[in-house]
């Protein structure tokens, strides 16, 4: 059974610092359809950091330059690292995925989410 969590969500002022984390068990990242995404009550989920069926890379323009996405597929970890937070990157965080090979990604697993919330 596939489970991901995330942790590291948490309040910080505009202009701080954050690190999302999801621990996957029973599935490997493999940097094959692997993301965040972002969620706010009332709007579509959005996709922050993305890395397809290609190992590809996108990142939403919102967060280019501020956030990063990594994997460490020996702790099967999913990272996202986020600098110069602002009030309008609050939302709920959620890491996602597909096992291969699907293709294209749809991101079928999902994790609960981490709340973040950036304050002005």
């Known amino acids: 059974q596939v489970q991901l969590v995330e942790s590291g969500g948490g309040s910080v002022q505009a202009g701080g610092s954050l690190r999302l984390s999801c621990e996957a068990s029973?599935?490997?990242?493999?940097?094959?359809?692997v993301g965040w995404f972002r969620q706010v009550p009332g709007k579509e989920r959005e996709g922050v950091a993305l890395i397809d069926n290609n190992g590809s890379i996108t990142y939403a323009a919102s967060v280019k330059g501020r956030f990063t996405i990594s994997t460490d597929n020996a702790k099967s970890t999913l990272y996202l690292p986020m600098n110069s937070l602002k009030a309008e990157d609050t939302a709920m965080y959620y890491c996602a995925g597909d096992p291969p090979p699907v293709c294209p990604c749809v991101f079928s697993y999902r994790g609960q989410g981490t709340q973040v919330t950036g304050s002005s």
């Open positions: 029973g599935y490997f990242y493999n940097n094959y359809c």
